[in-house]
């Protein structure tokens, strides 16, 4: 290819650069109102009363939104407002301002009754005997499958205290809600020639997207026309009428920056419609601000876990079983993927001859979780890698080679249904680390001492899901000549809106100038496309715009052949013609064939649709149809199976024995995500996701009070996301570079393994550091460091949440 | 407790041209707030936490700003932004620690914008004081942050008088061991307050942690020659390499003749609400030699009567082993 898998310029840069893209929160219109929302100040309570008199008498306050002006979707689907708040700081009501000034001082007129319930900030005292429950009606979340089909049910589960005394140091293991397994377990442990065993903890944490969720809200023409910080912009048009209440059809969703979204804003947020209704109520523009204070609460999160994982390894290392017990820290609302994706990326990652996964997930009364960056894995990952090191050196292996061991393979297989994964290069992903590394000399280095300085060296290898696939791709040739790529994944950042579109130049032979991206806005008729989430962009998006460019290559050639005669298959396309082949000047351009298809209307301007292309695509390639030549089509393109990514970070760091503080020097990320599609962003993404890891195993975490459910770090000097002067000087990264058998380009997605890697391979050097003595809990924070350096018992127990 | 964060009420803002408008200012309004740089103001105004109805902004009053040779040391403007501090050629050969301090703090946006003096009169940063909890500090008659389930990583383990939040200055300690004067206005004059008494605990006035009264202006910081060019020390311990406060900060001075030891200043920060002198210490240092040994003594010292609370007790190495760092820096820098 020539366009595809080169760096570029991406056409939001110059935007982007010069302050001259707009973000939700730059949009102005004449008469703005300021919306405010007043947030829950304790954990768990009702609503008996608002009484708003006083603030609806102020001048310029011009309206109230409450959870009665909102959809009631389910008990267990999260609003924007609520009368039964389920964490402090959850929004009961908002109040829309001449000024926002004015909307605060309203808010704080505002007189609420409120009814304290009682409130669970801790899975495990949640589980106690005299644990409290998280929602009135349980205290934990499950799916279950009945003969209507699946459901997710709240219900109440208590363990005896048995459970807990038995459990001494370890992870309390009461009666699980999910398990799945296959092979034989005790054989494999039975097997083992040795078995190391541990309990656990992974914090919860913060999203921190650089924007926070704003929204603003116009009205014309009986139309309500949002801009919202959002990931996806097709799909996020569906939720955003949902929640609202409003009719899809006079909704108009426009996303055309997002200032990153880690899994927090898939299908656009919850609080869309407090901006998008207060519109509608007052008849004028909204804008509802998120501050950062806000984001914190209302942003999303990462569940936690606390986990007991055992493993049995053979004396060359390979693994015979792995048995691991998850409780998941779920949040108030909808049940979590992280608990079944972490066990299902643990079979993948460690290839295990038996595997049993068991748990149960909590519900709590603290941010809403979402997805984020490879959620799950990240957390197993950073949990077993750390293990792997300690199983190599009990069995004198290195560790780069206990890896490759057990490393998933071709079409090695995932999750308990042993499906066969599309492909994996892991071996050759080995091969390069080990030669861009000198891991034969690096791993010399570890525990070398240098004055108070002690150097460890970590790895982590971390998969994750990269790609679905199955949708649709829309593009017109229009008569300048130009093909105008209609796409409806969002920016948020990666570049990954546009790469994408640049098949499109490579399948018709153009320059990336002869390419026009049209994105960001639900208004200029969007293709039915993936969230943008999951790592699934770039997968699904190459392979749905290289359909649509091969439609539209095929009708070129037989607009070509019925104009000027011969067959279909003697015209190719290049150089901005359609010409026969062997005679680049022949033919016609595609600005006149453009005209032709026009004229000739029916499928070759899009008037007549495929058939199996979805309703959204439909409608927006009818409202298209005229234009020019249109190339629409659903992606049928072969599918090898579940599609995973891959990355092995490796980090090199230095403790000072004397006081915990820890520098690290160097990291390098490889990676297999197929054919590299854009090596700069992917450099971005193999460093940026892992620089995230590194706030995950250093600092990043929540604390509350346990005794108010309150929490402290709402900003990010305590809240701690990493700062540039924390990152190592020296990053390096590569790439193998092998395409994916089964898609036309070739590429994976590659968003969500970074983090997992560069987590674990901190954590796992963190542990070579200090000799292999093991830290239980995460973020490994300076004191866990001193502590352990002194042999001093931990200041917070392993498994307190949020301490 | 607040209901809203994030926004700012509105105020009276006075933007007096000189120190005499300022404290006329402070002496009309009783509830006037003194801003200089905002750093620590402005997270209390956008918490609604603090909402007087005047502030006097010190920003356009010159002569508080700028390093001077002041007799045999220097006098440095309470406004002068630590950035300044950080980069001036004269400090950092003669008093290197309090170089470092300044450097320590924050972000290189935040010293840009932050003053010394604002940095040396900053209120505490317990999360429950800052979050608006009616506690001691606040007036109210409960520490939240020393009860059986308090969260108290980041707070005292000396000097606890019903409050147990900490100093949070990076420069206070260093101006403590360089024996610095501060130099306090008020309409009836002007004093000079010892660093080390400049600071006062909650067992002195729980509701501030300096000698400053709401009519008291700090204008400048005098720094006497008595350790210029001599040995100095400052090492911060934080979480993050940037836009951290201190989890343990020391800073030490030291009078050498030869390898002994002849005079020593050593301060700690953010273990005590007050920057901590450790006057027996620099006793037990006066004729030692500067070694490794020595420097492991005076730590254990240090933290004789520590009193750890539930979530911090890894201050209690971390503070021994900044001293003894401190003192056996002192030996390698001979060689």
Redesign the interface.
Known sequence: MAIFGKDYTPPDLHAKITGRAKYAEDFRADGMLFAKVLASPMPHARVRNIDASEALAMEGVEAILTADDLPDLGPLSERALTMEPLYEGEPILAVAATSELLAAEAIEKIKIDYEPLPFALDPLESLKPSGSNARVDGNTIVNERTEEGRRTVVKELRWSQDVFDEAGDHLPMGEHQDEWSYGDLEAGFAEADYVIEETLAHQSVTHHPMEPRTCMATVQNGKVILHASTQSVARTHGPAAAWSGIDGKDLVVIGEYCGGGFGSKIVGTVNMPIAALLAKKTNRPVMHRITRYEETYIGRARPGFQTWIKVGFRKDGSITALDMYIIQDNGPYGRQGDLSMGPTTASLAYQPQAMRFRGVSVLTNTPPRSAQRAPGGAQIIAMIEPMMDRAAAELGLDRLEIRRTNAPQGKAKVGPQRAEISSAFVHEMIDQAKEKLNWDELKTRSGQRNGSKVTGIGLGFSPFIGGVSGFDGLLVIKDDGKVHVHTGVGNLGTHSFSDTARVAADVLGLEWEDINVIWGNTGKHLPWTTVQAGSMTTHATTRAIHAAASDAKAKLQELAAAELGGSASSYDVSGGRVHPRGNRRGGMSLASAAQKAVARGGKFSGEELPENIHRMTTASATALAGQGLLGVAKDEYDNGGPLWSFVLGCAEIEIDVETGVLEMTNYTAITDCGTVMNPRSLAAQLHGGGIQGFGLARYQKWIYDPSWGIPFAHRFYTARPPTILDVPREMAWGAVGEPDPYTPVGAKGIGEPPIGAGQAALVSAIQDALGGKVIRKMPVMVENILNALEDRPQDTETLTAHS | ?P????????FDLFQPADVDGALELLAKHDDAWVLAGGLDTF?WF???AKRPDVVVDLGAIDQLRGIREQGDGYEIGALTPLSDIENHEAIKAKFPMLAQAAQAVA?PQVRNQGTLGGNIVQDTRC??YR?GWPCYRAGGNIC?AD?P???N?EHCIFGASRCVAVSPSDSAPALVALDAMMVVRSRSGEREVPAADFFIGPSTDITRMTVLNGRELLVAIRIPSTFAGAHQYF?K?????????P?VNVAAAFKRNGATIEDARVAVGAVAPYPMRLEAVEAQLRGKNADEATGKSAGELAIKGAKPL?????KL??MR??V??AVRDAQSAQA
Do not use: C, Q
């Open positions: 407790m209901v809203i964060n994030d926004m700012i009420p509105e997270d956008k918490d609604r972000t999360w429950y979050g939240y009860t389930t308090s969260m990583r090492e311990v934080r979480d993050r390499n940037a836009w951290d406060f989890l539930r979530h911090n007790g890894y190495p971390l082993n900044l003894m760092r």
